[in-house]
């Protein structure tokens, strides 16, 4: 059984920067991170393969957030860079098989998942 926590979460400014971290009990394979705002449903944010060369996405966070991994601390990281307010929400860490299609963005394709971190960036 895998147990996902996260920290990082605060308050920032727009324009600002944080990093989360999620740290991870047991084996972990594919990672990701997701968000999800008030009222709105949990949305994908970037996800890595275990070796952590393959990396994905969305569209809304391409060029400012950065996804990385230690597996040596089993441990997964989201760099956010560049944030603006829209980017609050709740983030989530989750843990997944790797796939034949690559890094999926759904959220069915995770088994574990964390307790969450809040983000708020705001003036």
């Known amino acids: 059984q895998v147990q996902l926590v996260e920290s990082g979460g605060g308050l920032v400014q727009p324009g600002g920067s944080l990093r989360l971290s999620c740290a991870a009990s047991?084996?972990?394979?594919?990672m990701a991170w997701f968000r999800q705002a008030p009222g709105k449903d949990r949305e994908f944010v970037a996800a890595i393969a275990w070796g952590g060369g393959d990396t994905s996405y969305a569209n809304s966070v391409k060029g400012r957030f950065s996804i990385s991994r230690d597996n040596t601390k089993n441990t997964v990281y989201l760099q956010m860079n560049s944030l603006k307010p829209e980017d609050t929400a709740v983030y989530y860490c989750a843990e997944g098989p790797s796939t034949i299609w690559g890094l999926s963005s759904q959220r069915l394709a995770y088994d574990h998942w964390g307790q969450g971190t809040q983000v708020t960036v705001s003036s």
């Open positions: 047991g084996r972990t394979r594919t």
